[in-house]
């Protein structure tokens, strides 16, 4: 079998910032990744707004819940099935299923069936979920190559979509769902990924197995700063859904309910002009400094939550803390990138993006309970303590956990190497892909 003899792209050899990310990719790739991964913030919303329209919000929580618990235990599957058969298979066959199981969850709510087959139905389509972000950081680090510059800008940009997606999705899904129906925004959603998804797919820039079986068998994914990167998710997830509890509840208590969405999606604002600065102009402190800067930054940021008294307070404290996230999350995703390795990287993406669910899921079981009993602010102290617990966590592995392939990653790569050098096939780091179609 014959190696590709389209090179990556070389370090130094491509420009930086959003010019080197679209000449990487080609325009039509950041389109088909941000419309196939919005039904992500379109489907939480949107169970929970056709639910609560028919059933209350008792019912609606519960949905909600087992969509998170399917999309967490359903993400890190997803992302081994697409290293061990590429890309394109794996998510032509979740954009499918996925699509059909949201109309069928549809249905089940408007036909009036039983919680237990309603959860059952979010279970299912939370296990579908085809992990389109995690999955085009994994493509974006494949691209990139060695060039560290233009893999900071890729990831940094790819964290930016899922920001802009976060204010986008639930606008529109209350939006459709005032207008429209009820039941509209997960139509929209499904539709999305059957058509954007199966886009995202095709496009050219899917890569097929990253490693031969034997090769892969060899190579662990958990390593000590793996782990770590888990927690952090799972911490950073825990202070999204601590404060955004705290704005539901303070809004409800003022009688202004609606206006919690507003509010919240400031933070996804000032978070995508970050994002979009950080692409811009990344700055020259590497990325284990980074993390420590902005998740310490953001616990200093969260502090002023425990002050709020009003919707506008609420509304400064969110958006302020919204400057350090992106920057947070585009540190977390591109060590992630450093460290799982190279044949497990789709599986490596998707751990870090269930981190970020399961956090959610906790802080929320908890933080609603203290909210009810103690007010908004016991909400809002589970955030602060979540983004200071990382950031703790953070200095205390300064130095002490290191970010880089594990052992087993390089001695298996060695291995398949010296292979491919006897057999004539492929070693077990992806090949190049094959020119873009700039479009």
Request: aromatic share 4%; with cysteine; hydrophobic share 55%.
């Amino acid at each position: 079998m014959s190696r590709s003899t389209t090179s990556r792209p070389r370090a130094g050899t491509a420009p930086a910032g959003f010019r080197g990310v679209f000449a990487l990719g080609g325009r039509a790739l950041p389109v088909h990744a941000f419309l196939a991964r919005l039904p992500a913030a379109l489907c939480p919303i949107g169970t929970l707004l056709l639910i609560n329209d028919r059933d209350g919000i008792g019912d609606a929580g519960a949905v909600a819940s087992a969509l998170w618990l399917g999309q967490a235990l359903g993400g890190p599957v997803i992302g081994r099935l697409a290293d061990r058969r590429g890309h394109r298979p794996v998510l032509l066959v979740a954009c499918a299923a996925n699509s059909a199981v949201l109309c069928a969850l549809v249905a089940a709510v408007l036909a009036g069936l039983p919680l237990a087959a309603r959860m059952a139905l979010a279970v299912a389509a939370g296990l579908t979920v085809p992990q389109v972000g995690p999955l085009a950081r994994a493509r974006w680090a494949r691209l990139a190559g060695e060039d560290r510059a233009l893999l900071g800008s890729a990831l940094s940009f790819d964290t930016t979509l899922d920001e802009v997606g976060f204010v986008v999705g639930p606008a529109l899904a209350g939006i459709l769902a005032v207008t429209v129906h009820p039941a509209s925004a997960l139509v929209l959603a499904a539709v999305l990924i059957l058509v954007s998804g199966t886009l995202f797919a095709l496009h050219p820039s899917a890569p097929g197995p990253v490693a031969a079986a034997g090769a892969r068998a060899g190579v662990r994914l958990w390593s000590p700063g793996l782990a770590l990167l888990f927690t952090m998710a799972v911490l950073q997830g825990a202070a999204f859904s601590g404060a955004n509890t705290g704005v539901n509840a303070l809004a409800g208590s003022l009688g202004e309910g609606g206006a919690a969405g507003l509010i919240w999606a400031g933070m996804a604002v000032t978070s995508s002009v970050a994002g979009l600065v950080t692409v811009a102009r990344p700055g020259s402190a590497d990325l284990p400094v980074r993390l420590r800067w902005t998740v310490g930054i953001q616990a200093l940021l969260t502090l002023p939550l425990l002050a709020v008294s009003g919707l506008w307070g609420a509304a400064a404290a969110v958006a302020g803390i919204g400057l350090a996230v992106a920057p947070h999350l585009i540190a977390l995703f591109g060590l992630v990138e450093r460290t799982g390795p190279a044949e497990r990287m789709g599986e490596a993406m998707t751990v870090l993006g269930s981190g970020l669910i399961v956090g959610q899921a906790l802080a929320a079981a908890a933080a609603g309970p203290l909210a009810a009993a103690y007010g908004y602010r016991a909400a809002f102290a589970v955030s602060c303590g979540a983004v200071a617990a990382s950031a703790l966590l953070g200095l205390a592995a300064a130095g002490r956990v290191r970010f880089g392939p594990s052992a087993s990653s390089a001695t298996a790569t060695a291995t398949a190497s010296a292979g491919a050098g006897l057999t004539g096939t492929s070693s077990s780091r992806p090949d190049p892909s094959p020119g873009l179609p700039r479009s």
